[in-house]
């Protein structure tokens, strides 16, 4: 990533700050709606199929549109249907294999706006509680003694933003196995350890981190504006195909990573899950080798974790956790460190019920 990083500073680096918007940041707000793995998907509610209803989620480097940073604003039907300025959906590149537009553009925007958050609050006590996700996701951050210069908390800040933007995403394809509803009715089980969400969401990380990093003063908009151009960029750098390209690589792998048989919400839409969570991630298309990164540590090798963490408290209701060991169950709060346990559960028992097994 080190020649992609630099190409991408010098790029963003004469990008404009502009003083011009007074928009209060928010939370961003939720996820995007956008795609299960595979084409021409179709639907069901309940045991009705829904007529007319097939999902268009492939697209060309340039149907994506513009991002807008996710402050609910964007209404779920506009974003599903493509109406909006942002499109997202799923595009194929040779370096860095199926790429989800939605996931890139969630983890950039939390890594904005944890960023802030982290400028203020690095080395002081404090905590917050983000929106509910099965269980409540709380930021805090850890009292030290050490002063920082400018340069130093800004580079720990972007460092720090990154890595739990990126958590969030893990604990989110966590939450949606387990049964995590973000849009009233609709079952996200067919997303869970999709095989293209933790390496988009990585990307995402990675892109605003280096934004971030060029222009630590930059605007809601403009980092907005900044992101159209990083995203273009590092999809020219993964050599991005066109959309029939990447229709006909999801369509060969119909039977093998996804089923066209089933109807969404069907779980099993998607066959093929990836349960690795970790910091160093590959493309799990053959032949796709383009290796991302997220570092755990600052630059003099301090846990960035003893500084700034993410837990998952429980509320009164965990019936959805009520499958696993009780050991785990009865635990109030989990750590990152947990997570490849709990996606080891998954794993397992989508093994054991898999139709296809």
């Known amino acids: 990533m080190k020649k992609t990083a630099l190409l991408l500073l010098a790029f963003l680096s004469g990008f404009a700050h502009s003083n011009t918007s007074l928009i209060p940041l928010k939370a961003p707000v939720g996820v995007r709606p956008c795609c299960a793995f595979g ?13 007319f209803f097939s999902l268009e989620n492939v697209l060309n480097a340039n149907d994506i549109g513009t991002h807008q940073y996710n402050d609910g604003s964007e209404s779920i039907s506009g974003s599903l249907l493509g109406l909006g300025e942002e499109v997202n959906g799923l595009l194929f590149t040779k370096d860095g294999g199926f790429i989800d537009t939605a996931h ?6 939390y890594t904005y706006y944890l960023f802030q958050l982290n400028r203020k609050n690095l080395g002081n006590a404090n905590t ?3 929106p509910t996700e099965l269980r409540i996701r709380r930021i805090t951050w ?10 130093e908390r800004i580079q720990r800040s972007a460092d720090a933003a990154a890595l739990m933007a990126f958590r969030l995403a893990q604990w989110h394809e966590i939450g949606q196995w387990f049964g995590m509803v973000s849009v009233s009715g609709f079952k996200e089980l067919a997303s869970a350890f999709s095989s293209e969400d933790l390496y988009s969401n990585m990307l995402g990380a990675t892109l ?15 980092f907005s504006r900044a992101m159209d151009g990083a995203f273009q960029q590092i999809l020219s750098m993964l050599n991005v195909q066109p959309k029939s390209i990447t229709r006909e690589k999801i369509q060969q792998l119909d039977g093998i990573w996804w089923d066209s048989s089933k109807r969404l919400p069907d779980k099993w839409v998607v066959i093929f899950r990836d349960y690795h969570l970790a910091l160093n991630l590959v493309p799990n298309y053959s032949g796709s080798t383009k290796q991302l990164s997220l570092t ?9 974790e003893q ?20 050991e785990l169950k009865n635990r109030t709060t989990w750590q990152p460190s947990d997570f490849q346990t709990l996606a080891d559960f998954a794993k397992l028992h989508d093994a054991q019920h898999n139709p296809l097994n």
Not at 142 to 151: A, C, D, F, M
Not at 208 to 222: G, K, M
Not at 307 to 326: C, D, G, R
């Open 296 to 304: 755990d540590r600052f630059t003099d090798q301090e846990p960035i």
């Open 307 to 326: 500084w700034v963490s993410l837990s998952l408290v429980a509320e009164k209701m965990e019936n959805h956790f009520n499958s696993l060991p009780t």
């Open 104 to 109: 890139v553009r969630d983890t950039a925007d």
């Open 208 to 222: 605003a981190r280096t934004i971030l990093l060029a222009n630590p003063e930059i605007d809601q908009i403009s």
């Open 142 to 151: 850890h009292k030290h003694s050490t002063v920082l210069s400018e340069k």
């Open 39 to 51: 084409v021409d998907l179709k639907a069901q509610v309940g045991r009705v199929p829904v007529p």
């Open 128 to 130: 917050i509680d983000l």
